[in-house]
């Protein structure tokens, strides 16, 4: 390696160093001890098992795990399909555009907070749009256990905005050609958009499945200001968990929690590569 390549490559590799590789290690080596920011003593696999015999940690993975599934079944397939709408450039297309980004564009903590107000059972918008229905207005939506985690869900659900816009532009990319023979042979606008658009959008679907997998394995911002984890720990989360372990000093709990969410995180990331063969040629 020349002087030259290794110049240009130094910065990155720095970069890599400091806010990836070396927080990596830190994060293994802790899990296995008993730290709490004054002391530090080996553990062994004291934390794991401690984790593994706690019913609130079950019930966070849980959580975790079905909000990762509520972005992969209902927030990418909802984005690809209003991205599959703005590609067809139809009226109104450029204020669809906007109005379906601008929540990306908000902090998640933000968007927390317009959902207290919409999900409040005494001034909510929602139950007062239930109660112009005649239909029942007083549910108490974060905090009743049947529908605090649905409550949750449906916070980030819609927000499709990077998705729509990464599916339209990746739309645009492809050859008019297809389109224009596929209507010669009499396919109609549903049947080009299931047999040639859904088939082409196989790397670019699977990218987003991947962002909406790590990113709900990581939620964190929505559930603490909607629930904080609560009714009775019905929406909490893995991080939620490592965040309240951390505050009670056991340091190296929470870096055993972030362990296992590394570690579902490599396993769900390597599953989803091979189903959508991400980077293959189409």
């Known amino acids: 390696m020349g002087p030259a390549i290794a110049i240009s490559v130094l910065p990155g590799a720095v970069l890599f160093l400091v806010f990836f590789a070396i927080p990596l290690v830190v994060l293994v080596a802790t899990a296995f001890t008993d730290w709490s920011g004054r002391r530090l003593e080996l553990a062994g696999v004291a934390n794991f098992a401690t984790i593994a015999a706690d019913p609130v940690f079950w019930k966070a993975a849980g959580n975790t795990l079905f909000y990762a599934a509520v972005g992969v079944f209902v927030q990418v397939p909802l984005g690809c399909l209003v991205g599959m709408v703005i590609a067809r450039r139809p009226r109104g297309w450029r204020a669809l555009r906007a109005i379906v980004f601008l929540p990306y564009m908000i902090s998640g903590a933000a968007v927390a907070l317009v959902f207290t107000v919409v999900y409040n059972p005494r001034f909510?918008?929602?139950?007062a749009i239930l109660g112009g229905l005649g239909l029942p207005s007083d549910t108490d939506w974060l905090f009743s256990g049947s529908t605090a985690r649905w409550a949750v869900a449906a916070t980030f659900a819609f927000t499709v905005g990077f998705a729509a816009v990464l599916v339209s532009a990746e739309i645009a990319s492809f050859p008019a050609e297809i389109y224009e023979a596929a209507a010669i042979d009499g396919a109609g606008v549903?049947?080009?958009?299931?047999?040639l658009t859904l088939p082409l959008l196989r790397n670019?679907?699977?990218?987003?499945?991947l962002l909406s997998i790590l990113g709900n394995l990581a939620a964190f911002d929505i559930v603490y200001i909607l629930t904080n984890g609560g009714p009775a720990d019905g929406t909490a989360t893995l991080i939620l968990?490592?965040?309240r372990a951390y505050l009670a000093g056991d340091w190296g709990l929470a870096n055993a929690v972030g362990i296992i969410v590394v570690a579902?995180?490599?396993?769900?990331?390597?599953?989803?590569?091979?189903?959508?063969r991400i980077g293959e040629e189409r």
Do not use: P, S
């Open 190 to 195: 549903l049947k080009q958009q299931l047999f």
């Open 264 to 276: 579902m995180g490599l396993v769900l990331i390597v599953g989803v590569r091979r189903l959508f």
């Open 204 to 209: 670019v679907a699977g990218t987003l499945v």
């Open 124 to 127: 909510g918008l929602l139950n």
């Open 241 to 243: 968990y490592a965040y």
